[in-house]
């Protein structure tokens, strides 16, 4: 009997340059490339046992089963590491996760966990590879966990090979961005790869794609000079983007909510006084707004007053990192 | 001493495929054609008297003076009458005008409003021409006059001349479309005509312009067919196509409100149990529902509960006509 135990964890990511669009459905490989930023606020905790004594595969998040789709997924990636390593075919996984926000949010519990998942194996199985190739793994099973896994602001780049489609990391937490998560639950009946389909389905989408180089090279840049107010603007207009291209696909789907509107407007307000916050929406309702370190409490304040909404505040997290503390 | 009195209405419209964009601002040429409905619930009464012995030309809507634009507008329909009539120049303009509805909440007072006045003006002078060309007049004061002025369903055709660019009906109220007005006020900082340049330098603008042939013929095909679900359908279709090109504007424009995003949201679950009913936006937070006349009481049951919403029951309207009683 051999057994093989660890944990990690891994921070989930706001989309800057948002990535919505796949060339490949099982190598999870992009049409383009996108850019995120992890929150330090959030993070899923992860831990693994590798055993030939395990009757099964198992996989538990937030205290109950996996779905079929999460468990084929975390396989990909455990199959992954089981070909790095020569594992024998009686070794199974055992994996329990756990989520410190609420899921299915527009929140991206895929990215960290998947993450956190990729960091946890690696570290059990003691594989020795940098986080270069652990970023290619992590994106088998969930193409933004490609760029959470390298953490701070992460460029995920375009191929038509697993072995050439990875994230590398732009800059870490010395850039001075915070970030307040207004957090509102998207409605339980649009899941967020309906919205992928739709995007790559709308009239406008070839358009998008013709934009996106652009608009890396801008927000590259605004990233490198640490200019969060570019940074907050860049990806409110690739926000706005998004979800036009998003409600002009076939089901017209609409991703906010009346609060999401609310929060919007707000924002505007805000910056209509000098203070410099923008807004920023995943395939969800919940708004991220971007702003600068010395605004973050001011921004805050203004969101309490919102019925059934959560608010916090994020400051700029880094990569996925094991950890000696075990859920089991 | 000469005076000539007469009194008119006409009913705003709602764009089914609505219009964005002009190719001459002075002459109000569209960049393509558009197609919208009148409402009969809604109506704009104006009295003109023209007169000899009047110092000024003067202009009044609900009580207040006009704006200057307003004015200027209203100048450019009268001169075409004065063209055609060859009045002398000491005559001048006196303008009372009511609205029944709130104006400036996406309701287009400005279409039954100048439809209003270009057909007050010509009964006053007793032109005898027919409504083609008082749509061409009508289009001098408000591109959507053009098309309120034919009333029923109409459609406004582009042309690069004044003389060419007018609306004709394409059906009047033998079809039984019903309409739930849920009127939402829109924010006072943001002029319809804002919305109309943003629409012009969104980067999906060309792709819009690409997609209207196809949609008006459809529309036109599902008026003439009495579909009523059809052109439910289609205006839902445009309005997020609409929307998605203002909000990916150089300003970012969102004209939707919080409640705008919940009536929508009711309209969904309307749909998922059978009613057919359709959201429909100008350009403003105002929505229009769609839908057949045996299902108009229904869905404004719905509505009532939305605080500090007024709702309505429209069925089609006509063109604008003359009428014997002055406001003054």
Redesign the interface.
């Known amino acids: 009997m051999t057994k093989y135990k660890a944990s990690a964890f891994g921070h989930p990511i706001q989309g800057l340059i948002k990535y919505h669009g796949k060339i490949d459905e099982v190598l999870r490989l992009p049409s383009h490339n996108s850019i995120s930023v992890n929150l330090s606020r959030f993070y899923t905790y992860t831990t693994v046992e590798i055993s030939n004594t395990l009757d099964n595969n198992t996989m538990e998040i937030d205290d109950k089963p996996a779905s079929r789709d999460a468990m084929e997924r975390a396989l990909r990636v455990f199959n992954a590491f089981r070909k790095l390593t020569n594992l024998p075919e009686d070794y199974k996984i055992k994996i329990i996760s756990k989520n410190n926000f609420m899921s299915g949010i527009g929140l991206g519990s895929s990215s960290s966990g998947f993450a956190a998942l990729t960091m946890a194996i690696s570290s059990a199985l003691k594989v020795d590879v940098d986080l270069t190739t652990l970023s290619k793994i992590a994106r088998l099973g969930s193409g933004s966990a490609s760029r959470s896994i390298v953490g701070g602001f992460s460029e995920w780049v375009v191929a038509t090979t697993h072995e050439h489609s990875y994230s590398y990391r732009l800059a870490g937490d010395e850039v001075p961005l915070k970030m307040i998560v207004v957090e509102i639950p998207k409605?339980k009946d649009l899941p967020s790869t309906l919205a992928q389909i739709e995007t790559e389905k709308s009239?406008?989408y070839?358009?998008r794609l013709g934009?996106i180089p652009t608009m890396l090279r801008k927000m590259r840049n605004a990233i490198l000079s640490h200019d969060v107010e570019k940074i907050g603007e860049l990806a409110?207009?690739d926000t706005?983007?998004l979800?036009?291209?998003i409600?002009?696909g076939p089901n017209?789907l609409?991703l906010?909510?009346?609060?999401?509107?609310?929060v919007?407007?707000k924002v505007w307000k805000l910056r209509k006084r000098g203070v410099p916050a923008y807004f920023s929406i995943d395939t969800g309702a919940t708004v991220y707004i971007n702003t600068h370190e010395k605004f973050a409490e001011e921004i805050l304040d203004e969101f309490n007053g919102i019925e059934g909404i959560n608010t916090y505040i994020s400051d700029v997290g880094l990569e996925a990192k094991p950890s000696s503390n075990h859920l089991f």
């Not at 906010?256 to 609310?262: G, L």
């Open positions: 409605l009239i406008f070839k358009v934009y409110e207009i706005l983007n979800h036009a291209v409600m002009t017209r609409i906010w909510r009346p609060q999401t509107v609310e919007i407007r």
